[in-house]
């Protein structure tokens, strides 16, 4: 079968023949319907991240939905032919060994979760990884009703934790630098919007998450927090951010990272999908223009999310 796969770093993601997986204990196949491309796969592609994926040549592919295609022993609670979501996870497909840039994927049983028929494919990739992301996010970060929330960056994980926010009855500060979405953020509910976090630095925010991680956005982050708040570190657009320890220490601040979430968190994300609650920007593209969309994402020339849809 045809792979899309991460052969070193600073390379273009290549196209590969290699062979379909086998499904060992506590292991499942699965057929992959869709795929979504994230900028962690950009991260592996050039040199940011490239040291953690666990050997090269790395099929990629980490936001994976599709139809059980085998069960190995010993795995129970699913069905050849099910409906089902892989969790994204640090050291699962895409990222420790090989991943979903493929038509057919192996996934370790503890990470699939089952998808509810009213969720579409491309909306069930986003959910694995952007999706849980997001929530993990929100929650590590204490969000609720009523607290004064900054989000950086409204692309792929920040508009689905623009809508998670407002749907906890948070209020929402938005950051996005690109001004021409800027309406279309509105559209999502009662909430604020800049180009900048530094622009709500008065507004004395008690959480503000990063989902950009440009180096300048995170020391903006620093700045515009208020006293005792936590900023929430998820972006890795860069892999350095030259901040304020002054304003660390002066603010009593907690920085903190947030990487992936739970199969509890997916679960609940697709049940918000479901019920027509929440809803990923979405661009899908085929599985020939995996390797060229990566290339667009590196370039900031995609809005939202980026779904391949396989065959």
Known sequence: MKAWQLIGAN????????????????????????????????GYLDGTLTHYVGYMPLTLGHEIAGTIASLGEGVTGFSVGQRVVAAGNENGPGTRYHGGFASQVMVPAELLVPLPDEVSWDQAAT????????????????????TKVGIIGAGGL?????????????????????E????????YGNLEIATSITEFADRDLEVIVDYAGFGTTTAEAIE????????IQVGLGREKANISAQSVVLKKLRYLGSLGGTTEDVAN????????KVKSN???????????????LAQGEITGRAVALLD
């Open 224 to 231: 515009a927090i208020g006293m005792g708040g936590t900023v």
């Open 180 to 187: 021409k979405a800027h309406d279309n953020i509105r559209k």
């Open 282 to 296: 979405v661009t899908t593209i085929s599985f020939d223009q995996i390797g060229d969309t990566v290339e667009k």
């Open 158 to 178: 920040g508009s689905l934790a623009i809508q998670f926010a407002l749907g906890m009855g948070a209020e929402v500060f938005v950051a996005e630098i690109n």
């Open 269 to 276: 994300v697709l049940n918000l999908i479901a019920e027509g």
């Open 127 to 146: 959910a694995t990884d952007a999706g849980m992301t997001s929530m993990h996010a929100l929650n590590l970060g204490g969000v609720r009703k009523g």
């Open 11 to 42: 390379n273009p993601l290549t196209l590969n023949e290699v062979d379909p997986p086998t499904a060992g204990p506590g292991q499942v196949v699965i057929d992959v319907k869709a795929a979504g491309i994230c900028h962690s796969d950009v």
